[in-house]
T-cell receptor, first 111, second 114 residues
């Protein structure tokens, strides 16, 4: 069956360091992958989209890589800030409409 | 401009009652999606609309769940004869169209079935 796995534990890092989150998938051939941020009591907010033929995408302090051979995406937050503390969700789609989400990784950035 | 709005924000109901959840997408967005998020779990896709049409209803958990969209805008998700396992946060999202687009999520409706 299809499975999407993110870092199973919460990630605690010091302000200024780089946070690296992992999204692994099995039995899936995604056309694209998205990363969302979710704060408590709120809906997810879109951050980045990367297509299957792209290796890397950047947006400000965020960087996403997509390796379809390893079936893995890495999400990096550089120069992390306490305001980056949130849950980060990985989502995959093999077609136009249905997004399948991982359970998320909670990041806490200590000042 | 206004984002996606959902109402009510919280709903507490008794087992066996029917509930109706509402979603107002971003104006001009043709695609609308419903998800369910249970505690500690990822988002579970329920159904999507392209305009007023719902081509794929296979994500709905049971025949107690139904959804409709009118005028290419507002959507309602109805759960009949609610059960305790229906307790979750129901999230609605919209996107400009059905094609590799970011989805804009509403704040969700927290449903508690007693």
């Amino acid at each position: 069956s299809q499975k999407i796995e993110q870092n199973s534990e919460a990630l605690n890092i010091q302000e200024g360091k780089t946070a690296t989150l992992t999204c692994n998938y099995t039995n899936y051939s995604p056309a694209y992958l998205q990363w969302y941020r979710q704060d408590p009591g709120r809906g997810p907010v879109f951050l980045l989209l990367i297509r299957e033929n792209e290796k890397e995408k950047r947006k400000e302090r965020l960087k996403v890589t997509f390796d379809t051979t390893l079936k893995q995406s890495l999400f990096h937050i550089t120069a992390s800030q306490p305001a980056d503390s949130a849950t980060y969700l990985c989502a995959l789609s093999s077609n136009d409409y249905k997004l399948s989400f991982g359970a998320g990784t909670t990041v806490t950035v200590r000042a | 401009g206004a984002g996606v709005s959902q109402s009510p924000s919280n709903k507490v109901t008794e087992k066996g009652k029917d509930v109706e959840l509402r979603c107002d997408p971003i104006s001009g967005h043709t695609a609308l999606y419903w998800y369910r998020q249970s505690l500690g779990q990822g988002l579970e896709f329920l159904i999507y609309f392209q305009g007023n049409s719902a081509p794929d209803k296979s994500g709905l958990p049971s025949d107690r769940f139904s959804a409709e969209r009118t005028g290419g805008s507002v959507s309602t998700l109805t759960i009949q004869r609610t059960q305790q396992e229906d307790s979750a946060v129901y999230l609605c999202a919209s996107s400009l169209e059905i094609s590799y687009n970011e989805q804009f999520f509403g704040p969700g409706t927290r449903l508690t079935v007693l």
